[in-house]
């Protein structure tokens, strides 16, 4: 069983950063795959950035790119959403979803592992 926490969320003006962590329990965290997702309100849950087990491949949704950096450290059993140059749209509960494998997925359906999420709030 493999259970997630995200944590950095917060309240921050336009054109601000945050950094969300996803901490991972067990010891099969470098087998896992990692997406992290967000949903706004009203909105379906969207594809923000996935990274591989072995942190070597990452992508990021184009909405995000240039703004947004996922990253991992296996050895704390954490991956991180670095989130610059906020605007309004960004605001949403962001989640971080694990799955055995070596790649992410861009669909929420193949992730079996969700975390409860972190909200960030952006004011204009």
């Known amino acids: 069983q493999v259970q997630l926490v995200e944590s950095g969320g917060g309240l921050v003006q336009a054109g601000g950063s945050l950094r969300l962590s996803c901490v991972a329990s067990?010891?099969?965290?470098?087998?896992?795959?990692v997406g992290w997702f967000r949903q706004a309100p009203g909105k379906e849950r969207e594809f923000v950035a996935g990274?591989?087990?072995?942190?070597?491949?990452?992508y990021h949704a184009d909405s995000v790119k240039g703004r947004f950096t996922i990253s991992r450290d296996n050895a704390k059993n954490t991956v991180y959403l670095q989130v610059n140059s906020l605007n309004s749209e960004d605001t949403a509960v962001y989640y971080c979803?694990?799955?055995?494998?070596?790649?992410?997925?861009?669909?929420?359906?193949?992730?079996?592992?969700w975390g409860r999420g972190t909200q960030v709030s952006v004011s204009s």
């Open positions: 979803a694990a799955r055995y494998g070596s790649n992410w997925s861009v669909s929420r359906v193949d992730y079996p592992y």
């Open positions: 990274i591989s087990a072995s942190g070597a491949g990452i």
């Open positions: 067990g010891r099969t965290f470098s087998s896992l795959a």
